[in-house]
């Protein structure tokens, strides 16, 4: 089984910077696009930021200049680099993968997500 492990998350103080880390293991042929998502209490799920196998990315609009996504294919890891932290980064990060497993065919994976919490 495919599973993707998030750290790197915490608390820290509005304006300092954070990196998180996931790590894919299992039976991968590839990774077509990795990514992150965050969830805040009483919110929607959305976007963060996403990378393909090939280098392109994806950035929601609330975090282009601050966030920087970026992946190390034979690691089958990827990285969110943090900066400028605001009070409303606050969130669990989910780590999430478009597998393409041995078998030829794509999934869709999901961590259990890493805390960040930023206070003013």
């Known amino acids: 089984q495919v599973q993707l492990v998030e750290s790197g998350g915490g608390l820290v103080q509005a304006g300092g910077s954070l990196r998180l880390s996931c790590a894919a293991s299992?039976?991968?042929?590839?990774?077509?696009?990795i990514g992150w998502y965050r969830q805040a209490p009483g919110k929607q799920r959305e976007l963060v930021a996403a990378i393909t196998r090939g280098g392109s990315t994806n950035y929601a609009d609330s975090v282009k200049g601050r966030f920087s996504i970026s992946r190390d294919n034979a690691k089958n890891t990827v990285y969110l680099q943090i900066g400028s932290l605001k009070i409303e980064d606050t969130a669990v990060y989910y780590c999430?993968?478009?597998?393409?497993?041995?078998?030829?065919?794509?999934?869709?994976?999901w961590g259990q997500g890493t805390q960040v919490t930023v206070s003013s």
């Open positions: 999430n993968a478009k597998v393409v497993l041995e078998d030829s065919n794509e999934y869709d994976y």
């Open positions: 299992g039976s991968i042929f590839s990774i077509k696009t």
